[in-house]
């Protein structure tokens, strides 16, 4: 396929475990975004990738948030020791430029559905 | 910083009814402007969006949106919609100085009756 795609689509989690979100970009895009969409809400920015450098990690709500895309490619979100407030969907998207990174469209994955129990 | 206000939650109209969604946002540089939909288990995708230049856009199905920066405003408007445009539709904003945080609205949830 070539859109975004996000494994696992759903994940129950006991709260103190840790997680970890897979995202995979579309071949040969430059950038990707995370998010975090709780319900009835909008899609919350948490950090954004220009390849493999991360450049913008201010809307990681705490330290038990981290995320990596170490060859410029896929990207991992990890959530450490959840709480009930971390459950959400989380979503992936990735643009193809990077000089007017926001002027792009961003194409989004179908989302990670986190329930923290 | 930047912020995004969808001014209704939920609209709900007749089919071939006039539609329109607000989006106001506040913002200390200059901005572009976007408009994603979300149709039922799908996932975000681009409606339309303002860079530059003509400050009305139009998306391939019909919508349109000005920008209106005395107002503050990025309004989403079709003349006529159809059952296949229930959808959630979400305003987003990114200053346009090089940054990379794209401000999302709480999304407007459009259902339109037969």
């Known amino acids: 396929g070539a859109g975004v795609s996000q494994s696992p689509r759903y994940k129950v989690a006991k709260r103190g475990q840790d997680v970890a979100l897979r995202c995979d970009p579309i071949?040969?895009?430059?950038?990707l975004f995370w998010y975090q969409q709780a319900l009835g809400q909008g899609p919350e920015f948490l950090t954004y990738f220009q390849n493999e450098a991360q450049l913008d990690k201010s809307g990681l709500p705490s330290d038990r948030f981290f995320a990596e895309r170490p060859e410029g490619s896929v990207s991992t979100l990890k959530i450490q020791r959840t709480q009930q407030e971390d459950s959400a969907v989380y979503l992936c998207?990735?643009?193809?430029?990077?000089?007017?990174?926001?002027?792009?469209?961003?194409?989004f994955g179908p989302g990670t559905r986190l329930t923290v129990l | 910083a930047q912020s995004v206000t969808q001014l209704d939650s939920q609209v709900p109209v007749f089919e071939e009814a006039p539609v329109e969604l607000r989006c106001n946002y506040s913002?200390?540089?200059?901005?572009?402007l976007f408009w994603y939909v979300q149709y039922p288990n799908q996932g975000l995708q681009l409606l339309l969006k303002y860079l530059s230049g003509s400050t009305l856009v139009e998306s391939i199905n019909g919508f349109e949106a000005e920008f209106n920066k005395s107002q503050t405003s990025f309004h989403l408007r079709k003349p006529s919609v159809h059952i296949s445009d229930t959808a959630e539709y979400f305003c987003?904003?990114?200053?346009?100085?090089?940054?990379?945080?794209?401000?999302f609205g709480a999304g407007t949830r459009l259902f339109v009756k037969a």
């Open positions: 998207a990735s643009s193809r430029g990077s000089g007017l990174a926001g002027s792009d469209e961003q194409f």
């Open positions: 913002s200390s540089v200059s901005v572009y």
């Open positions: 987003a904003v990114i200053g346009n100085t090089g940054g990379f945080k794209t401000i």
């Open positions: 071949s040969g895009h430059v950038s």
